[in-house]
């Protein structure tokens, strides 16, 4: 250090002349700054690298386990079922059919139902949409709802929905259609159940095929 005559302090070497004054700071200390804002990037990097891990991590423990030796067990099982012969099903008949007590997989959409067991990664006890199994899932489609508020354990007869959720429940009825086989009706109280032919079912099920 030095007096430079007017009273300041200067340090060798700055470009002002004084101390703290408003030229550019020490090599050492931008330096300094330069590894705390690279630390400070990096970790924020490492933070959210390890948020993604975990996301996949949840991720995997929900739904990957069902490519495991249980969910690939159900899967072939579903698969070895024959093909279902035409039937009416009541409310509680239907519920029979939920991918738990029944590996055979059903649900209703629009009065009709549909066997869906090989959707079972999706209908299935461990699926996404699996509170639709065995289930009138109409209103939930219709709805967009994915949990119990949409179920109803009466038979449900969809008068309070409106035209926008209906024409949802037909495009969800024909999408069933072309992709799962159509077993029957579901019936409303007191409704009897219709008695199928061998022929009728083996001539709706060519039509579907």
Known sequence: MADDGDGKLRTEGSSDGGLGGAGEPPAGAAAAAAAVVGGGEMLLNVGLLALALLAAYRLYLRWGTRSGPGGAARQSQAAALPRMKRRDFSLEQLREFDGARNPRILLAVNGKVFDVTKGSKFYGPEGPYGIFAGR???????????????????????SDLNAVQMESVREWEMQFKEKYDY???????????????????????????
Do not use: I, N
């Open 136 to 158: 009138d899932a109409s209103r939930g489609l219709a709805t967009f709802c994915l949990d119990k508020d949409a179920l109803r354990d009466e038979y449900d007869d969809l």
């Open 183 to 209: 077993v029957g009706r579901l019936l409303k109280p007191g409704e009897e159940p219709s008695e199928y032919t061998d022929e009728e079912d083996t001539k709706d099920h060519t039509k579907q095929e």
